[in-house]
């Protein structure tokens, strides 16, 4: 009786199981990666557009109202004038405007913050410091904080602006 053994074996080993597993789970750990990095991109591109309509829309808004636009410069903060039931004068129109436009941003953007300066650099300057020297163009600022980029050297501020031509 002659037994003969054969060099090849059939099927996978353990180690080659093993090792097909964890390149498997690497792959789908780089995919998941990858999907996760979409979708803070998409954040970055949502926050982007939205800053840049809502700067658009103030502006547009002061180009409206153009016997208004000092009160969005130079706006009477939280209080609002008083409206009576048939007529709104400029300052309060305007005030009620800003009001509703900075909750809107605060809402939508992450730090979101903004304002209306005569500015002759404009895309400068941060929430905490806007940098508006008073000369120039009028300009809405629109500030905001993203947070994938906040060890950044900017501590991920990013900033949108909107010039107005008078």
Known sequence: MRYSFHS???GFSLIELSIATAIFSMGLGSLSMMMIAGIEGTAEARHQTVAVTQAESLAEMIAMSSDAFGHYVDPPGSQLPACNEDFCRSEAMAAGNML?????LRS????????VCR???PDDGSAANPLCD?????????????????SSQDGGLRRAVSRLPW
């Open 100 to 104: 509703f436009w900075q909750n809107h």
């Open 8 to 10: 090849a074996q059939a």
């Open 134 to 150: 008073g000369r120039g163009t009028l300009a809405v600022k629109i500030f905001w904080n993203e947070p994938r980029h906040g």
């Open 108 to 115: 939508e953007l992450p730090g979101g913050y903004g304002l």
């Open 119 to 121: 500015d002759s650099s």
